[in-house]
């Protein structure tokens, strides 16, 4: 008797059963449902809690209606009535930011849009910061090098840019990516342009090892303000140099021009932030010189960068420091496209990331937000009124809403990524050898007179 009063009542049963019509399940399912609930309490009251969230969906995505059409090759999912969502070669190329709290499916839908690229013919770099994307190596034909493979020398100027100009921008990055403040910055252009000079009758680049030396070897009295400057500078190249250093250990890296042409995924996982904040940076820097000094204007979408964690780059807080100059990064974001690159960038909390990427990006994805102030944040850029707020409140795995430049904010659903050939960490490393052996690197070179 005992468990029989445990079961729903008829009232309990009648409740669960207009949730699934008011959310259009069919009859079938409604009738095995209410069934099986009928003599199971916890199964009651699971699907009781399920079917209160998708009513509520339904209740606040009329917010929506009529659901805006996007009708581009590049898919997204579908609309609340099951229409396929898509966006253009030059909505992408105009840029996408995803946002949405850990576990939203961030990383999925990553692996959605490199799917997309791939499909078309189009390569892509891809920052990775938790080595997950190896595991679909064999699927998207990806390169993936790991930063202990990586040759990379941000001050080896990328193909018909001066070494003068050069010297400037990585100055710039520098010491954005590192946070050094314009005293700081101006030391660093200083000793980058000896060093240069240093180099003149040579056909190789020096390394941030012979930066750091240079540095080093300035005496400068204690008492003076440049001796602080000089100081800050050591202390970012000493760690430039440590630990992770063999990415930078050489005078000439992989042809990086050669891997545009391929899918490739950089693992940054165990560098400390400067040096991971650092090297996407001066990466996406480098082609975007590379692509102005090439002609490369015009011509729709080439390539595309994506990376989670945006705010390692697009960092608010920098942004709104006087002291530390205007952030190439974001200046570069507005100028990128124009050469066919698109970038893709993820964060788990966007009221972090600048306000200068938040309006150079014309597509915008909203998945499920942990916090008030973050949700807050999305709606003020989305420009959504209450109704549609809650909604997102409601969002699951999977689920998100949609808006570009152009056209309204829609909800959506993402497609699930099903991974057809699992690749292992012998299949990756196999597969990365083969391609590296093909490019080359030199060594450092110090001229006689360093």
Known sequence: MAASDNRPSQDDLDELQELMERVSEDVERVEKVVRAAAVDRDLYEEMRGIYQRKAAQVATRDDYYPYTALDG??????????????ISRRQLNEHMLVVGRTGAGKTTFFYTVMDGLDDRGIPFLAFEFKNDYRSVAADLDLTVINWRDLKFNPLQPPPGVPAGKWAEIVAEIFAHATDLLVGSHSYTLEKLRQLYR???DTEVAPSLFELRDLVR???IPYASPRFNYKERVTSR??????????IFDCSRGYPIEDLLGRNVVLELQE???YVTNFVVE??????FYYRDAQGHAGGGLRHAVLFDEAKRVFDRNREQQPESGFPPIDDLMGKIRAFGEAVVVADHEPSKLTDSLKANTNVKLW??????????EMAETFGVEDGQVDFTRTLERGEAVVATAEQSPVPVRLPPYHVETAATSG???ERTAAVLDEFSYRERVRPDLF
């Open 367 to 376: 998945m499920s937000l942990g916090s008030g102030h973050d949700t807050e």
């Open 427 to 429: 299949d990756v490393e």
């Open 198 to 200: 240093l180099y003149d």
């Open 282 to 287: 001066a990466l996406l820097t480098w082609i």
């Open 217 to 219: 070897a300035h005496e």
């Open 73 to 86: 090759e590049f898919m997204i999912g579908f609309d609340p009535d099951g229409r396929p969502l898509g």
């Open 271 to 273: 560098p400390n932030q």
């Open 237 to 246: 190249l000493s760690m430039m140099t440590g630990f992770s250093g063999d």
